[in-house]
């Protein structure tokens, strides 16, 4: 069945260095991606997002690389500070019915 | 900026009890969702609502529940006898088509 699932399920990084963090997915008919983060007792938020007919998107400190060969998304996040400290999660979406299916998360530890 | 807003932040109910929980959906948005997060596992995706008609619905949106769009800007989630295993973080998101999504911060249901 469709799914969408992450490498691993907790990654610390020193602050100030690069953090990568993946996610498989299962769907290739999926037509957008998108990675939010979730800080604990709130909702999740967004970061950024991805159209399956792209390979790379930049956003501020962000960057997700898309490769559809291999059905992978990763999330790059540059100079972490101790704020980027969240469960991270990918989700996909199928324009038409418009739902996420999300991933089961990456918490990410910045270690000051 | 724009948000979506949820109350109440925290709803302690009565098993057997109905609960009623309510979201303003960003203003110019076309789709309304909810979806739920028990205790330590991933978001999942409750119910699509479009153009005042359930669109998509999961396995988890059984007869116990039921969405409304009472007038142009509140979205309402319905349980109607609520079970121990509904207590979760509920959450309402809205998005345009083909666009992203946005969460709301959340209620957390605690069932009795």
């Given amino acids: 069945g469709e799914s969408v699932g992450l490498h691993l399920p907790t990654l610390s990084v020193q602050e100030g260095d690069n953090s990568i963090i993946n996610c498989a997915y299962s769907n290739s008919a999926s037509d957008y991606f998108i990675w939010y983060k979730q800080e604990s007792g709130k909702g999740p938020q967004f970061i950024i997002d991805i159209r399956s007919n792209m390979d ?34 990918c989700a996909e979406v199928n324009f038409g019915n418009e739902k996420l299916t999300f991933g089961t998360g990456t918490r990410l530890t910045i270690i000051p | 900026e724009p948000e979506v807003t949820q109350t109440p932040s925290h709803q302690v109910t009565q098993m057997g009890q109905e609960v ?70 509920y959450f309402c998101a ?9 969460f709301g911060q959340g209620t957390r249901l605690t069932v009795v």
């Fill in chain 1, 56 to 89: 790379k998107r930049q956003g501020q400190r962000v960057t997700v690389l898309l490769n559809k060969t291999v059905k992978h998304l990763s999330l790059q996040i540059a100079a972490t500070q101790p704020g980027d400290s969240a469960v991270y999660f």
């Fill in chain 2, 94 to 102: 809205s998005s345009n088509t083909g666009g992203r999504t946005f």
């Fill in chain 2, 20 to 89: 009623i929980l309510r979201c303003v959906p960003i203003s110019n948005h076309l789709y309304f969702y909810w979806y739920r997060q028990i205790l330590g596992q991933k978001v999942e995706f409750l119910v699509s609502f479009y153009n005042n008609e359930i669109s998509e619905k999961s396995e988890i949106f059984d007869d116990q529940f039921s969405v409304e769009r009472p007038d142009g800007s509140n979205f309402t989630l319905k349980i109607r006898s609520t079970k121990l295993e509904d207590s979760a973080m």
